[in-house]
């Protein structure tokens, strides 16, 4: 009886562990293409780009810093942000 339940135990290990490998391996490809993807974006930010961050909140660039950037909003008011905070550039 014993052999049995031992038996299962370790078949029910054995499957969770190949259904967690598996699910990393799909994971893993879709995380290094995101990055890829965010790392263009931020490093092809240019003034006068209009933008969209993370919040929703557009914005046209001013200036673009190492890690900050300004944005001037509908009201003209300008604020700086970081440059991470930005997930799409708008097609103009």
């Known amino acids: 009886m014993w052999q049995n339940i031992l038996a299962s135990s370790v078949v ?3 499957f969770l562990l190949v259904m967690a490998l598996v699910y990393y391996f799909l994971n893993f490809k ?3 293409k995101q990055k890829e993807h965010y790392r263009k974006l931020h ?3 240019a003034v006068g780009q ?3 961050f993370l919040n929703g909140v557009y914005g046209t660039l001013t200036r673009v810093g190492n890690e ?8 003209n ?5 970081s440059r991470f905070a930005i997930t ?5």
């Open 12 to 14: 029910m290990i054995v």
């Open 68 to 75: 900050t950037v300004d944005v001037k909003v509908k009201s």
């Open 30 to 32: 879709n995380v290094k």
């Open 43 to 45: 490093q092809e930010l």
């Open 77 to 81: 008011a300008v604020m700086e942000v």
């Open 50 to 52: 209009q933008v969209i």
């Open 88 to 92: 799409e550039v708008v097609a103009q």
